[in-house]
C-alpha cells in the first residue's frame, strides 16, 4: 500500500464513510472537523441523523484504533477535503470551507504529499483556488506534491454501497497526481476508477446533477400541461418510457436535498449567458412547491382555516435529511394561505416547518383533518390504507403529490383524491 496515512478534513455526509472506509482497511486515519459537536457524538461513539449502516461502520473505524479525530490536522502522506460548498443568496459557490481547509492543511504539507479535494466545486477550483492556497507552503503543485479531485457520486439512501462499488472519476492536475489518487481509494472502491484532468472531474459532477435536474423539470413541466389538458401525466409517462431511448422521471412537489438544487448554479456562474436551460430548469423545480400548494387549495375549496395533515418532510423518500426539501415549502405555502397543518416526518420525527404543528404519529396527524396530503413517499404513507384513515379523519380530501396513491380505493373509501398531474377530465 503506498499511501499508508491519511488526513480527512470534514467528516460530514462524504468525509465520515470515507474516512471510516479508509481506516477499517488498514490505513491510519485522523479526522477533523471544525464542530465540536461532531467531534463528540464521533468520541462518544453516537451517530444521531447518520445514514443506516454509517454508525456501525464509523464504529468498527474507532474501534480498529486506526481512526482518531480532532479539530486540526495533523501531518499524512494524503489530505482529503470533503468539506461544504454551500450556494450563497447570490447563487455563487461559497468556497470558504474548502480555502480554510485548504489553509490549515499548508503548514502539514510535506514532498511528495497528495491532496484530493472531494467538495462540489466549480470548473477550475482545484487549478485555480486550491492549488495556490497549497503552494504557500514553499512547494510547487505537481513538482513537488500531488493534486487531485474526485467527485463524491453516491446516492443518499444507499450511501455506503455506492461509495464502495460506483465507477469513482479521479482528475489530477497532472497524470501523477491523478494515479496517486487512484492508488488511495483503490483502499476501498472496488468500481472501476477512471482517470482525467481535475477540471474535467470537476465539471462530470456538475453535469451529471444538472441532467438530472432538467430531467427533473421536464417531468414536472409535463405534468403541469397533463393538467391543464385533462391527461394523466402518470399514465403518459409510463408509455413514453416504453421507447427504448425515453426515460422520463417522476414528477412531484419540486426537486430538493444538498446537490441536485446548488450544483446546476455552479455551472451558471461560470457562464450565465450560456446556461438558459440550466436556469430555467432550476426555475421550474423552484416553481413547483408553489404549483402543488395550488392542487391542495383547489382540493379544498380554499385553505384559510382548513386542517391539513402533511405526510412527509424530507426531500425524498426513505431518508430523513430535510435540506431544500420541497415538502417544507409546500407546507409554509400551505401555512402561509392560512391553512391549520400538522406534518408528520417519522424518519426526522422531531423536525417540523414553523407556523405548523409537528406531530408523532399518523393518529394525531389526521385527528381532525380535512385533508391528508401525501408529501412524501415514505413506503408506509404510500402503504396507507384509506379505510383505515377513513374511520380516523373527518375530512373526505386526499391529495397525492407523488403519484402513488390508487384512486379507486380512496374513492371507494369515500375520498375525494386529487393527484399532481392528473387532469380533471381525468381526475
Ligand atoms: N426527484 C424527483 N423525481 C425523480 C427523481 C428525483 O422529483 O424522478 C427529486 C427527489 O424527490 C429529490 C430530488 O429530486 O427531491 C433529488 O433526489 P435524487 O434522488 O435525484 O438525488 P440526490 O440529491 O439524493 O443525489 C444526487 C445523485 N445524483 C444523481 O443521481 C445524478 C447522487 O448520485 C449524487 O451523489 C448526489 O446527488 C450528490 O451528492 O451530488
Request: aromatic share 12%.
Given at each position: 500500500m503506498r499511501f499508508q496515512t491519511v488526513c480527512v478534513l470534514g467528516l460530514g455526509y462524504i468525509g465520515l464513510p470515507t474516512a471510516s472506509s479508509f481506516a477499517t482497511h488498514g490505513m491510519q486515519v485522523h479526522g477533523v472537523d471544525t464542530d465540536p459537536g461532531v467531534l463528540q457524538e464521533l468520541r462518544a461513539g453516537e451517530l444521531r441523523n447518520r445514514e443506516s449502516g454509517l454508525q456501525e461502520l464509523a464504529g468498527r473505524a474507532l474501534a480498529s484504533g486506526n481512526f482518531a479525530v480532532s479539530e486540526r490536522p495533523v501531518a499524512a502522506e494524503a489530505f482529503v477535503i470533503a468539506v461544504p460548498t454551500p450556494v450563497g443568496r447570490d447563487k455563487r459557490a461559497d468556497l470558504q470551507h474548502v480555502e480554510a481547509a485548504a489553509e490549515a492543511i499548508v503548514p502539514h504539507l510535506r514532498p511528495g504529499n497528495l491532496v484530493m479535494l472531494e467538495s462540489t466545486c466549480p470548473p477550475g477550483t482545484t487549478l485555480g483556488t486550491v492549488g495556490p492556497i497549497l503552494e504557500r507552503s514553499g512547494l510547487k503543485a505537481g513538482a513537488e506534491f500531488l493534486l487531485a479531485y474526485t467527485p463524491e457520486r453516491a446516492l443518499p439512501g444507499k450511501l455506503l454501497q455506492e461509495l464502495v462499488e460506483n465507477p469513482r472519476v479521479i482528475g489530477g492536475i497532472d497524470r501523477a497526481s491523478a494515479e496517486a489518487g487512484s492508488e488511495l481509494y483503490r483502499t476501498f472502491v472496488k468500481g472501476e476508477i477512471l482517470l482525467t484532468d481535475a477540471t474535467t472531474a470537476e465539471m462530470v459532477k456538475l453535469m451529471e446533477n444538472t441532467y438530472r435536474d432538467v430531467n427533473i423539470a421536464i417531468a414536472n413541466e409535463f405534468s403541469r400541461l397533463a393538467e391543464q389538458i385533462g391527461v394523466n401525466v402518470w399514465e403518459a409517462v409510463r408509455l413514453a418510457n416504453q421507447h427504448p431511448r425515453v426515460n422520463i422521471l417522476r414528477p412531484g412537489p419540486g426537486a430538493g436535498g444538498h446537490c441536485i438544487v446548488v450544483d446546476p448554479w455552479f455551472l451558471v456562474e461560470r457562464a450565465p449567458e450560456l446556461t438558459p436551460l440550466i436556469q430555467q430548469a432550476r426555475a421550474v423545480n423552484d416553481g413547483q412547491p408553489a404549483h402543488a400548494a395550488k392542487l391542495v387549495e383547489t382540493a379544498l375549496g380554499r385553505l384559510q382555516g382548513r386542517r391539513v395533515a402533511a405526510l412527509g418532510l424530507a426531500y425524498k423518500p426513505g431518508v430523513n435529511d430535510l435540506r431544500e426539501s420541497p415538502a417544507i415549502e409546500v407546507v409554509r405555502l400551505l401555512v402561509a394561505g392560512g391553512a391549520r397543518v400538522r406534518t408528520l416526518e417519522?424518519?426526522?420525527?422531531?423536525r417540523g416547518v414553523a407556523g405548523a404543528e409537528t406531530v408523532g404519529s399518523l393518529e394525531e396527524a389526521v385527528a381532525g383533518a380535512e385533508a391528508v396530503v401525501?408529501?412524501?413517499?415514505h413506503p408506509e404513507f404510500v402503504e396507507l390504507d384509506p379505510q383505515q384513515l377513513a374511520r380516523s379523519m373527518p375530512g373526505r380530501v386526499a391529495v397525492d403529490l407523488r403519484g402513488r396513491w390508487n384512486a379507486p380505493a380512496w374513492s371507494a373509501a369515500g375520498f375525494t383524491l386529487r393527484v399532481l398531474g392528473i387532469g380533471i377530465a381525468n381526475g
Open positions: 417519522p424518519f426526522a420525527p422531531d401525501l408529501l412524501v413517499d
